[in-house]
């Protein structure tokens, strides 16, 4: 059984502590958060303890979860390395590629390990899409389009994610799942090109293009639709012998010759009860972490190295934005 400590007991907070009450293996033991209130009235709804400090909460696990504030990745993870145990850690992994770097190498120096909470890796649909690309069954991909965007989240606590200073705008925030799953499914692109719309929260919206050997990728990202807008994630993959698509429709397969299907994606009981389907991705997120900690496997999906070149990736996509709008 792995020991878990989760630190933040926010929007996310709330996703993995559900998550880990469903996971094999995984013993959410409590939480600590700047908001004791939040934080005793989380631990209640969690059966878990709400501890008054990050360092008596450490002494008491084997992993710290941290679903804290972009700003506070750096800092929580750092500490967390000094006091050997283990991360899990939202994305972006951080504000900086500095933050980043500092992070892997204080895990590094430590012997624990570290893997940053990549969740689009591990969607069913994602995850299955990446499977057929890997198999070559449609033969190679030609273009794929990546979206996902949908109004400001509002719910931050402490508006934070308001702050440029603090979240790293829309694009670093949202949009990075987007380029970590194109890094994942085409590699590192020959060429980037980046142009969107940037106000008092950063860069809200932003049109990326990556260039290719054979492929390309258009990836489109925002969170400044007016509210009431639906949320919307959707991927379209043109292979030589087909497509798929999931947009405003179920992920549907396409192949020349064959009548078109529509994947089924199993649904899933906990043992305790609850549906492992509906919580998407973040199941088998945690469900690998935890299972790669107890093995000794090495993480496969994600590792620290591939969050740095998203992170990397990102930067430069907002970088050129904002010099595009200087011009
Ligand atoms: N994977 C995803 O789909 C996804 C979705 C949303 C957010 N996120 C990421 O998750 C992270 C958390 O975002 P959120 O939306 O849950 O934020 P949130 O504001 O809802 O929650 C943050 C929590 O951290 C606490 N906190 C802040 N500073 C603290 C400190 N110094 N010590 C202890 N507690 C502190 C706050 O009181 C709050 O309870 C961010 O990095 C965000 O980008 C990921």
């Not at 989240?153 to 670093?172: F, I, Q, T």
């Amino acid at each position: 059984m792995v020991r878990v400590g989760l630190v933040g007991c926010g929007f996310m907070g709330q996703m993995h502590a559900t998550v880990h009450g469903l996971v094999k293996n995984s013993q959410l033991v409590g939480v600590f958060d700047s908001s004791r209130e939040r934080g005793e009235a989380f631990a209640a709804k969690h059966g878990c303890q709400f501890y008054d400090s990050f360092e008596a909460l450490a002494n008491d696990v084997d992993v710290i979860d941290i679903c804290l504030p972009t700003f506070r990745h750096r800092e929580f993870t750092v500490k967390a390395a000094a006091l050997k145990k283990h991360v899990l850690c939202e994305k972006p992994m951080a504000l900086t590629m500095d933050d980043a770097v500092t992070m892997k190498q204080a895990c590094e120096d430590a012997g624990v390990r570290l893997m940053i909470a990549h969740c689009i890796r591990f969607w069913p649909e994602y995850a299955l899409l990446k499977q057929i690309a890997v198999t070559g069954h449609l033969g190679d991909i030609l273009s794929l389009n990546l979206t996902r965007y949908g109004e400001f989240p509002h719910w931050g606590s402490d508006n934070w994610l308001a702050d440029e200073s603090r979240a790293g705008g829309g694009a670093l925030d949202m949009h990075i799942h987007d380029t970590d799953y194109a890094l994942f499914l085409l590699g590192q692109p020959k060429e980037i090109f980046s142009a969107g719309t940037i106000d008092a929260r950063g860069v809200s919206h932003i049109f990326s293009t990556f260039v290719y050997n054979k492929a390309v990728c258009h990836l489109e990202g925002g969170w400044n639709m007016p509210p009431g807008t639906p949320f919307k994630m959707a991927f379209r993959a043109v292979f030589e012998q087909g497509a798929v698509i999931m947009d405003d429709c179920p992920m549907t397969v396409y192949e020349k010759g064959k009548e078109p299907y529509i994947p089924e994606f199993p649904k899933m009981e906990a043992a305790g009860g609850g549906n492992i389907s509906d919580l998407g991705g973040y199941y088998h997120e945690v469900a690998h972490f935890i299972d790669r900690l107890e093995t000794g496997a090495p993480f496969d999906v994600t590792n620290p190295e591939t969050s740095l070149q998203s992170l990397q990736v990102t930067l430069r996509e907002i970088e050129q934005v904002k010099s595009r709008a200087a011009r």
